[in-house]
């Protein structure tokens, strides 16, 4: 997985229902159960411990929306070594 840059097919995934879209990060963070609280994520994207599809978040008001979607889902890192592919059914 890692040595891949992220390769979709071993990681772990999770579905959710294409009416999240327009979720705040936070929000995701929490729902997807990667981290415990809204606190704990806002600390980890503050600094800079949180990339949706490779890209660092940097504003915990971050939206997701239809643009962010690739295939109909998005690759969310925590940290180094931590991937998780949400699927928007």
Known sequence: LFSNK????NMPSINLNKDKLGINI????VETN???SKSEARRL??????SLNQEKIT?????IT??????NS???????KVFLKVIFK
């Open 6 to 9: 992220a390769s979709s097919e």
């Open 26 to 29: 936070l929000d995701l963070l």
């Open 34 to 36: 990667l981290v415990k």
């Open 45 to 50: 994207i503050e600094q800079n411990g949180i």
């Open 59 to 63: 504003s915990v008001e971050k939206i």
């Open 66 to 71: 239809e643009k962010d979607l690739n295939d």
């Open 74 to 80: 998005i690759i969310i890192q925590k940290g180094k």
